[in-house]
């Protein structure tokens, strides 16, 4: 398998794959996550949207790991990254974090951001290994306690 990431343009076929590997990746967090996970209102269209506003990336044909990037004031942001499960622990997820960091450098960015829900505690493990550190929370609108923990890591 070809471990290069790939930029996914707006109307590539390719970009079915990656929702469905989104879906697919996001769907154990149903009933885990409270509101419920934003990969439910995730199409097609919103997906090719991201592809124009910022960049979807992506691993394999068919694609196995990917990721969609949003440039920022001051950070690029980092979200839905999405590895199949069969092939997590190889590196896939490393290499995404690690284009992330490139494109942001190559932006003029300061450093690369992400949110993961508060109740997902194994990935705020994972992100604090590829070197992201909490920097703060967020609350969803009509909740009173933080649902998302803002992880960042920086360029320099």
């Known amino acids: 398998m070809n471990r290069t990431p790939v930029q996914i343009s707006p109307d590539s076929p390719q970009l079915r794959e990656v929702l469905d590997l989104i879906r697919q990746c996001f769907a154990y967090m149903d009933g885990r996550v409270d509101p419920p996970s934003s990969m439910h209102h995730l199409t097609l269209e919103a997906l090719s949207k991201q592809a124009v506003a910022g960049e979807v990336w992506a691993i394999g044909a068919p694609v196995v790991a990917s990721v969609v990037l949003t440039p920022r004031l001051e950070v690029l942001y980092l979200g839905k990254l999405a590895v199949v499960e069969d092939l997590r622990g ?17 932006m003029g960015l300061n450093a690369v951001e992400l949110q993961t829900r508060i109740e997902l505690v194994q990935n705020h493990e994972s992100f604090a290994r590829l070197g992201f550190e909490r920097c703060g929370t967020t609350t969803h609108s009509g909740y009173d306690r933080p649902t998302s923990i803002t992880m960042r890591r920086s360029i320099h």
């Open 90 to 106: 190889r590196g896939l997820a490393r290499t995404l974090v690690e284009l992330a960091l490139a494109r942001a450098r190559s």
